[in-house]
């Protein structure tokens, strides 16, 4: 990993890690500038009242996405979902009550006190079907071929290598598997320096994709029936979009991460 990215994911880590600690002393997080920054755009409000309402207060408060994954991943009883940058749990605890007893979801996030409040939350929420994981979503330890759904709330536009998350996604799905994310998308007409403008990458903004350059990675990696639809915009030219796509059941063959996919930063490294 380059000085670069490595500044860019430390920088986002510090961030993830402040809005954990702030629920945990009773704030709410929201994706944002700030950790604690509500915007209707971002965060709980994005859930029905009545899953707000059946989950633990500090999951709901810890809600940072710019989606519902949730609710779009059409997840089935005996399911095993993986959910990448899982935060304070919200996405995975939803999950797993919709995978019953006989599924599973996994949880996976590189940040030890979102963690820390994931597992506090499984505890109060009396889930047994579920596990957390730390770990960099461009290197999922799982084995391959061992998760039929996965999903993502606002997470890999965070990545500075895109192209190795689509790569492991498509690895740990076994086949027929599927992906149900949301995620910040851009138009293509804009340029990564155009969307480094709109907001920085702990805003959820800078890392994001075209809907072109999506298609391009999901497919590169070995993905089909690939849909991308934007939902709600963000900034000018950056909506909330719900993507969709198939690791196909037969004689399917990644083409792994060597598709290069530029990045939506700016020269300093985003953040500026």
Do not use: W
Not at 84 to 100: E, F, H, K, T
Not at 110 to 117: I, P, Q, V
Not at 132 to 139: P, V
Request: proline share 4%; hydrophobic share 40%.
């Amino acid at each position: 990993m380059s000085d670069q990215s490595t500044e860019v994911r430390e920088t986002v880590r510090e961030r993830y890690a402040a809005a954990a600690v702030q629920v945990t002393e009773g704030g709410t997080a929201c994706c944002g500038p700030q950790a604690i920054e509500v915007d209707d755009n971002f965060g709980s409000t994005l859930y029905a009242a009545d899953e707000r309402e059946s989950l633990p207060a500090e999951a709901v408060a810890a809600s940072l996405g710019c989606g519902n994954p949730t609710a779009v991943a059409d997840l089935h009883e005996g399911e095993r979902v993986l959910d990448l940058g899982s935060g304070g749990g919200i996405d995975v605890l939803l999950s797993a009550r919709r995978v019953g007893a006989t599924g599973k979801a996994y949880g996976l996030d590189m940040t030890e006190e979102m963690l820390a409040l994931a597992l506090a939350n499984q505890k109060k929420a009396g889930a047994t079907n579920v596990e957390f994981l730390k770990g960099a979503i461009e290197a999922i330890p799982l084995p391959a071929n061992t998760i039929d759904v996965v999903i993502s709330n606002c997470v890999i536009n965070l990545s500075t290598d895109k192209p190795a998350v689509f790569a492991e996604m498509f690895r740990v799905l076994a086949p027929g598997g599927r992906i149900g994310i949301s995620d910040v998308v851009a138009d293509d007409d804009l340029t990564p320096a155009q969307r480094a403008g709109r907001g920085d990458y702990v805003g959820c903004i800078a890392g994001a994709l075209s809907f072109a350059e999506y298609r391009q990675g999901l497919a590169a990696a070995g993905f089909t029936d690939i849909e991308l639809n934007p939902t709600h915009a963000v900034a000018d030219g950056m909506h909330s979009a719900i993507v969709r796509a198939v690791k196909p059941a037969t004689g399917s063959m990644s083409m792994g991460s060597g598709a290069a996919l530029p990045l939506a930063q700016d020269s300093s490294g985003c953040c500026s």
